[in-house]
């Protein structure tokens, strides 16, 4: 049990249009979904945190306006990112918290890789 | 502010090996830690925390509250271990993660 799937796994687009990514929770309900950015060959940032029909809080220095992020049920986030831009290349990872039974654990999605051409 | 510190970016050991990935961590609370584990061309999955204080394919880690450190020890490695490794803090009831930069594990044979 516990699975995060994402969609697209990978996207390729042109500069200036907007790319939506899917973030699911399979067999169980989340509560809390959090987006998070990796660079090539570096950790993990935290982006935002996405709660079940309320908005989003962003880290410091992620731009609400360029990634909009939407939990609108319990098994789904979604995150746009906007006007996109060679510089918004990166692998995407977004993660789930259950509602109950696994206390502070975060089960996370396959990621998906956005290329801005 | 919550910090994670993994000094080794990569590590290389022998099969058979002890291996122990270091990890230190800044936090004015109670932290939570957590070892995650990333295995080739797979998602990101949770090895180990320090509140269950269990063992994990082998692998073990005890918070060192005085010298903030949570490191990660298996006495024999094997070269199904080789992955990149992240130690991550919890701190507050907001259940964000700080991740450290990892550090990759190689097993030679």
């Known amino acids: 049990g516990a699975v995060v799937s994402q969609h697209p796994s990978w996207v390729i687009c042109k500069s200036g249009t907007s790319v939506k990514i899917e973030c699911r929770s399979l067999d169980f309900q989340a509560t809390t979904m959090f987006w998070y950015r990796q660079f090539p060959k570096q950790s993990l940032m935290l982006m935002a945190t996405s709660n079940e029909g309320s908005k989003a809080t962003y880290e410091q220095g992620v731009e609400k306006d360029k990634f909009l992020i939407n939990h609108a049920s319990l098994t789904l986030s979604t995150l746009t990112v906007t006007s996109a831009h060679p510089e918004d290349s990166s692998f995407y990872i977004c993660s789930a918290r259950g509602t109950s039974g696994w206390d502070n654990e975060q089960f996370f999605g396959p990621g998906t890789r956005l290329t801005v051409l | 502010a919550q910090r994670v510190t993994q000094p080794e970016k990569l590590l290389s050991v022998f099969k058979g090996a002890p291996v122990e990935l270091k990890c230190n961590y800044s936090?004015?609370?109670?932290?939570?830690l957590f070892w995650y584990v990333q295995y080739s061309r797979q998602r990101l999955q949770l090895l180990l925390r320090h509140i269950s204080r269990e063992s994990i394919k082998g692998f073990t880690a005890d918070l060192n509250k005085g010298e903030t450190s949570f490191h990660l020890k298996k006495p024999f490695a094997q070269e199904e271990d080789s992955a990149m490794y992240y130690c991550a803090l919890s701190g507050g009831s907001n259940y964000k993660l700080t991740f450290g930069k990892g550090t990759l594990l190689t097993v030679n044979p």
């Open positions: 936090y004015s609370g109670s932290p939570e």
